[in-house]
């Protein structure tokens, strides 16, 4: 497509439609609205006619009224109107949140990440990618890649957790299995859809961990712990960003011309097209930065915000800032040009409907080879947190309770759930029934999911079951819509009503397993003191039963790792491994010190750390071998350091190996510890394998006052570990140039 030609022939109109991005349910020519639309009310309330929003550039919120996800036909038959009924007939663009999955599930983002296993996360978001593109989406608004540190936060769901290394990983391999790995700028195929990371920047970071709050922190933070996400997904040639709603530096990101323009486009040079998040533009005014919506549509244009979501303050106000000569034509096709290139690239151009196919979409959700995958990733995300020997139960000979309000519940898919539906997942019940036989679990709910339960009518029956067993498995945690957007909180235990059960169970049982469902860190003290066991299974989606059970009954080992630290109580966060020393570190968790940067009621330390994972094998780590002490400054020099890992237990397992590095003196204070490598190995039983990290100039770099990355001569810590409070390790030396 020649696209400057295509620019030079369309209408002012045309081009700000191109930057205007509407729901589906406009389409479809329905009076009732679904969720989204409510929020905006129908097209008219927009300003639009009719024959507007076929010239809309991209469509979002692909599904009906009952929240069912949009056939292929449907979108082929929408985009055939919009193809028909535009004057260039220029295809429109669907964009969907496909966050961990399509139709077949897997888990959430977070739980992705306790996998620390990136190739698994590429596979995963290819499967979706491929059964979200045969079905017509073009795009999915994903990965979310903010760095976050605070488990209030209800989206620390739907991102990759604490720590930068990990989570520009995972950035990176999202985008990969969207897009497939190609060249920046080259064609994305009709197997994958275009990928949008979100929400450029630093979303993760709200006050007091509530939901699009201001984030204030100093650049200094931003640049060290934030950003590298973001760059990582840029490099992997992301062809989308979303603007994050909150207020950065004073500026809510969508009007803000130094994060848009200056850092993402100038300095991080990201080519691809940026757009609001949902209403952003007009939030300029509730945010009280524009008067009104032509002072909305000016910051957001001159920030280079390209496509506005679900508003249309460019559609009323653009040809009027034209006329007054605020804006010019030339930012408006700059806007209008990478939409159009987007477009190009994935292919719409040449076929605008990529070849989706409704009956071949059928095939593939849910296939046995998809169920496969999202079952691989429910195993090795889930985190085996506490086991006193319990785990893993015998098939045979014990007798099973199975209770809690998330033990035969299909709500284990986790926020975003996209197509997924109830009737396809595997329930805890369903697992453990085919596992062991139906005749040997026993069930009871105990009690409600609905965190401001107060019914505790089922608890005897529970508790009566319990009484019976040999061993209880306690599913508890939250519904999966408790943490996801909009769903910040000031506390982090588990609800009144379930710890009322568990303690129930407990009184009368003490073998209990439990297993929680989570989309954030929760504070566990009380049960890790009383349970034999915990598994930490997040939201493991379409294939939870399965997965689980198998974990449960050691048909397969535990090796998912945590990618955020877990408070003893929530007046911790925001908690985080990677943390800078004070003047006056605290030097004894368990007394009250004096001038010591600490609380008088609680350790500085989590419960469970960063990177922490048990195994139902053993694995003990040897002395570390440095092939060097010391390193050369500009010489590309390397240093070698490695150790043996065996596995010393009764089983095969998988184990993350970690690399920490401290820099003991900086320009600037350095964080304790920072995660700098890992590798998964398998190991069978009695097996030794060695691990081995290069450590060269660029792996000791950081961000100085002066914003600049580079890595300062001086001493240096190294570790490799199990997970990041790892004691012990070794020193070697940057040598000066
Ligand atoms: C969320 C985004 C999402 C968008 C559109 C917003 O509320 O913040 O993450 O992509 O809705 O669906």
New binding site residues.
């Given amino acids: 497509m020649d696209i400057e030609q295509l620019l030079k022939e369309m209408s002012v109109f045309e081009k700000i439609m191109q930057c205007t991005q509407l729901i589906s349910s406009f389409y479809r020519g329905t009076k009732v609205e679904d969720n ?1 639309a409510n929020a905006i009310g129908p097209y008219t309330q927009l300003g639009l006619k009719q024959e507007d929003i076929y010239l809309a550039g991209s469509v ?2 692909l599904s009906d009224e009952t929240g069912a996800m949009l056939p292929a036909s449907e979108l082929r038959r929408i985009q055939k109107e919009c193809m028909e009924r535009s004057p260039h007939h220029i295809p429109t663009l669907f964009v969907q ?1 496909v966050i961990h999955g399509y139709v077949t599930i897997y888990p959430i983002p977070l739980a992705m990440a306790a996998t620390f296993n990136p190739d698994l996360m590429e596979r995963c978001a290819a499967m979706a990618a491929k059964e979200a593109s045969m079905n017509g989406v073009d795009m999915a ?1 994903g990965p ?1 890649v903010d760095l976050a540190r605070d488990a209030r936060w209800g989206r620390v769901a ?1 991102g990759f957790g604490e720590d930068p290394f990990l989570g520009a990983a995972m950035a990176k391999a999202s985008v990969y299995g969207y897009q497939g790995r190609q060249d920046k700028k080259a064609k994305i195929s009709y197997e994958h859809v275009g990928s ?1 990371m ?2 450029f920047a630093g979303y993760g970071a709200p006050e007091a961990g509530r939901d699009y709050n201001l984030v204030d922190m100093s650049e200094l933070t931003f640049r060290s712990f934030y950003l590298p996400n973001y760059q990582a997904a840029i490099e992997a040639g992301v062809s989308a960003a ?1 603007s994050a ?1 909150h207020a950065f530096d004073g500026i809510p990101v969508t009007g803000n011309k130094k994060i848009l323009k200056t850092l993402l486009r100038d300095e991080l040079h990201f080519e691809g097209v940026v757009m609001s ?2 209403a952003a533009c007009t939030e300029l005014i509730t945010q009280g930065v524009a008067e009104n919506e032509e002072e909305a549509a000016y910051l957001s244009l001159e920030a280079t915000c390209d496509i506005e ?1 679900m508003t249309t303050v460019y559609a009323q106000s653009v040809p009027v800032l034209l006329k007054q000569g605020k804006i010019k034509m030339s930012q408006l096709d700059d806007a209008c040009r990478r939409v159009l290139t987007v477009k190009e690239r994935l292919g719409l151009f040449i076929d605008p409907y990529r070849q989706c196919d409704e009956q071949k979409a059928k095939t593939l959700f849910l296939c046995p080879k998809h169920r496969e995958l999202a079952k691989e990733a429910a195993e090795e995300s889930a985190v085996l947190l506490k086991n006193d020997g319990i785990l893993p139960l015998p098939k045979q000979g014990k007798k099973v309770a199975l209770i809690g309000p998330l033990a035969s519940n299909p709500r284990i898919l986790g926020t975003w759930r996209c197509g997924g539906q109830e009737k396809d997942s595997v329930t805890m019940l369903q697992g453990l029934q085919e596992k062991i036989g139906a005749n040997n679990v026993v069930y009871a709910r105990g009690c409600d999911i609905d965190y401001r339960g107060t019914d505790e009518r089922e608890i005897p029956l529970a508790v009566q079951k319990a009484k019976e067993a040999d061993v209880v498995i306690l599913c508890l945690g939250e519904d999966e819509d408790d943490s996801g ?1 909009s769903a910040s909180k000031t506390n982090l235990t588990l609800p009144d009503i379930q710890k009322k059960l568990y303690r129930a169970v407990l009184a009368v049982n003490p073998n209990i397993v439990l297993c929680v469902f989570n989309g954030r860190p929760l504070v566990l003290t009380e049960e890790n003191e009383t349970a034999r066991a915990i598994l930490d299974c997040f939201f493991p989606g379409s294939e939870c039963g399965h997965a689980i059970a198998d974990l449960l009954f050691g048909d397969a080992n535990p090796s998912g790792k945590l990618p955020m630290s877990f408070p003893r109580n929530v007046g911790q966060c925001p908690l985080y491994y990677n943390h800078v020393n004070t003047g006056r570190p605290r030097s004894d968790e368990y007394h009250r010190c004096w001038n010591q940067s600490a609380y008088i009621d609680s350790p500085n330390t989590p419960l469970y750390p960063f990177g922490y994972g048990l195994s139902y094998t053993k694995f003990a780590y040897g002395p570390l071998r440095l092939s060097k002490k010391v390193l050369q400054q500009g010489k590309a020099d390397s240093l070698t350091v490695s150790c043996d890992i065996t596995n010393i237990g009764p089983c095969d397992g998988k184990e993350t190996a970690q690399l920490y590095l401290r820099d003991l003196v900086g320009s600037v204070v350095r964080p304790v510890r920072e995660l700098k490598g890992f590798q998964k190995v398998f190991l069978r039983k009695g097996e030794t394998k060695t691990v081995s990290f290069e450590i060269q100039e660029d792996l000791l770099a950081f961000v100085a006052s002066d914003f600049q990355k580079r890595a300062e001569p001086g001493r240096f810590r190294v570790w490799i570990g199990s997970s990041s409070d790892v004691i012990d390790g070794d020193e070697f030396v940057l040598n000066k140039e």
């Fill in positions: 989204a979002n919120f949140d608004l979310m739907e949008c979100k929400h979303m709603f998040d949902y979501m957007e």
